[in-house]
């Protein structure tokens, strides 16, 4: 099993939208908008690394209004 943590910066006024996209992915944990350097962050567990590239660049990328993400891997 991998966990990650997947910051989201997003265009301004966007976070709703993404916050709801984002709950539709399987995978994803936990979602919430944040203060300071992003504007959303997700958890998500995954069975291995290329489900979870699978969902960071064809699910949450492809999102409108996605400016950038950066991924954190838990050390399990």
Do not use: P, W
Not at 8 to 32: F, H, P, W
Not at 37 to 64: A, G, P, Q
């Amino acid at each position: 099993m991998e966990t990650a943590y997947i910051m989201i910066n997003c265009e301004m006024g966007a976070e709703g939208a993404i916050v709801d996209g984002v709950k539709t992915i399987d995978d994803v944990k936990e979602v919430s908008g944040v203060f300071g350097n992003y504007d959303i962050i997700i958890k998500v567990e995954c069975s291995d690394i290329e489900d979870l590239r699978d969902i960071i660049t064809r699910k949450i990328r492809h999102l409108d209004q996605v400016k950038c993400t950066t991924t954190l891997m838990c050390a399990n």
